[in-house]
């Protein structure tokens, strides 16, 4: 009986205390694990550079920048200034055995390339009509000069009319685009 009564008095809440720790301790072992598969996780993560899709999307939209900007420029340079325009045709016709008749060139006409009310992107069209007196080959030259500058120039309408073999009167009508409005200096 004292044996039965020193178990139930101090062993029974010994061992419940021991059961308790134990239990706790599994609690806290399997916590410990949780927290170092969290740490694997995380360390994992650190790794991945979060910033990437970022960088890939900026270099991507710094390559459609590039290649836009390699567009515009491509489009004026082609552009001949009203300015030069004159420069660019007297030079062609010091050259030419052709004989200057007339040159008549009209107002710019406005090319919208937005279409919204508010956008400034506009260009504006020079046209120009030539007349000169020549023989047909020398006209067929004058044209060929033309076609070889580095200029854009576009081409509305050629005629060439006989007037006296082996004189004619070689009319162009041609245009530039330009983003100015001012008038050609001709």
């Known amino acids: 009986m004292v044996l039965a009564f020193f178990a139930l008095s101090i062993w029974m809440p010994l061992w419940n205390s021991i059961q308790l720790s134990m239990n706790e301790n599994s609690k806290?072992?399997?916590?410990?694990?949780?927290?170092k598969k969290n740490i694997e996780i995380l360390e994992e993560?650190?790794?991945?550079d979060v910033n990437l899709p970022y960088r890939e999307k900026l270099v991507q939209l710094?390559?459609?920048s590039l290649e836009q900007q390699n567009e515009i420029n491509d489009i004026t340079n082609a552009l001949i200034q009203p300015e030069r325009m004159n420069m660019v045709f007297q030079g062609l016709l010091e050259k030419s055995k052709l004989q200057f008749q007339s040159i008549k060139n009209d107002l710019p006409k406005i090319i919208e390339l937005n279409k919204d009310k508010n956008s400034n992107q506009m260009l504006y069209e020079h046209s120009l009509l030539l007349e000169m007196k020549g023989q047909y080959i020398h006209g067929l030259e004058y044209i060929q000069s033309i076609e070889k500058q580095d200029w854009q120039l576009y081409w509305d309408e050629i005629e060439f009319k006989i007037l006296r073999y082996p004189q004619g009167l070689l009319?162009?009508?041609?245009?530039t685009l330009s983003t100015s409005d001012k008038v050609l200096g001709l």
């Open 28 to 35: 806290i072992e399997i916590a410990i694990e949780a927290s």
């Open 45 to 48: 993560r650190s790794k991945v």
């Open 62 to 64: 710094k390559e459609q």
């Open 171 to 175: 009319t162009l009508k041609v245009h």
